[in-house]
């Protein structure tokens, strides 16, 4: 399956395994040794009803960033969304790249 990183990629949403939106990408790493997409770079987004639910503490975890480098290790499916197979929470934990 070939992407075009512009086109079929960028601006996309990215949802977490949860179903709550992070944000939107806006980038991509590439391995150029393997020149392969190592990973995904996120805009992160909140809502309002997110914010005040309290879902945006946890993007204060996120230390003031406007982007998370997030591997494609974590991605589950792409198609009208990029599915995460890892809640935000736990990605926070574990760190991103």
């Given amino acids: 399956m070939v992407v075009r990183v512009k086109k079929d990629l960028l601006g ?3 949802i977490d395994s949860k179903g709550k939106s992070i944000g939107s990408i806006v980038d991509v ?3 150029l040794k ?3 997409i190592d ?3 996120v ?3 909140a809502t309002r009803k997110e914010a005040e639910t309290g879902f945006k503490k946890l993007f204060s ?7 998370l480098v997030i591997p494609v290790s974590y991605v589950q499916a792409v198609s009208d969304y990029v599915i ?6 736990d990605l926070l934990v574990k760190g991103e790249k």
């Fill in 43 to 45: 805009s992160i987004t």
């Fill in 34 to 36: 393997n020149m392969i």
């Fill in 39 to 41: 990973s995904i770079v």
């Fill in 84 to 89: 995460l197979k890892i809640a935000l929470e």
């Fill in 61 to 67: 975890k996120v230390k003031k960033k406007t982007e």
């Fill in 12 to 14: 996309k949403a990215v």
């Fill in 29 to 31: 790493e590439v391995d």
